[in-house]
């Protein structure tokens, strides 16, 4: 699954090089395939647990909140970094910042929605 998703990334980034104008498409298209990954990797871990479709769900759900958790909270956090670093130091700094600030706060948001997931 992880040569799925490298694969997947790598190609996203390929064609938004070669073609600029279908990359919100092609992006929008990338996302529902790794989500349709990952929810069918979720059905195969439970495929065959007693409650199945609760414990599926709740997987799922777990894992729809997380993203939109991650995209919320590590946009405004790459936004705000942006903002700030841009005027005192440059555009590339800043934005090297945001990524930096975008990506640590995914990584908080996963830490704490796995640790909250175990109960």
Same mark, same amino acid.
């Given at each position: 699954?992880?040569?799925? $998703?490298?694969?997947?990334?790598?190609?996203?980034?390929?064609?938004?090089?070669?073609? =600029? +104008?279908?990359? =919100?498409?092609?992006?929008?298209?990338?996302?529902?395939?790794?989500? +349709?990954?990952?929810?069918?990797?979720?059905?195969?871990?439970?495929?065959?647990?007693?409650? $199945?479709?609760?414990?599926?769900?709740?997987?799922?759900?777990?894992?729809?909140?997380?993203?939109?958790?991650?995209? +919320?909270?590590?946009?405004?956090?790459?936004?705000?970094?942006?903002?700030?670093?841009?005027?005192?130091?440059?555009?590339?700094?800043?934005?090297?910042?945001?990524?930096?600030?975008?990506?640590?706060?995914?990584?908080?948001?996963?830490?704490?929605?796995?640790?909250?997931?175990?109960?």
């Amino acid at each position: 699954m992880k040569l799925i $998703a490298l694969l997947l990334f790598v190609t996203m980034l390929l064609s938004i090089w070669r073609l =600029p +104008a279908l990359a =919100p498409v092609l992006g929008v298209l990338f996302l529902f395939i790794s989500l +349709a990954i990952s929810v069918s990797s979720i059905r195969k871990k439970h495929k065959d647990a007693e409650n $199945a479709y609760r414990k599926i769900t709740k997987d799922i759900l777990i894992l729809l909140f997380t993203f939109l958790l991650v995209i +919320a909270l590590g946009g405004m956090a790459g936004m705000y970094a942006n903002q700030y670093v841009t005027h005192r130091f440059g555009v590339i700094v800043g934005i090297f910042s945001a990524i930096i600030a975008s990506f640590t706060v995914g990584y908080l948001v996963k830490w704490g929605m796995g640790r909250v997931a175990k109960y």
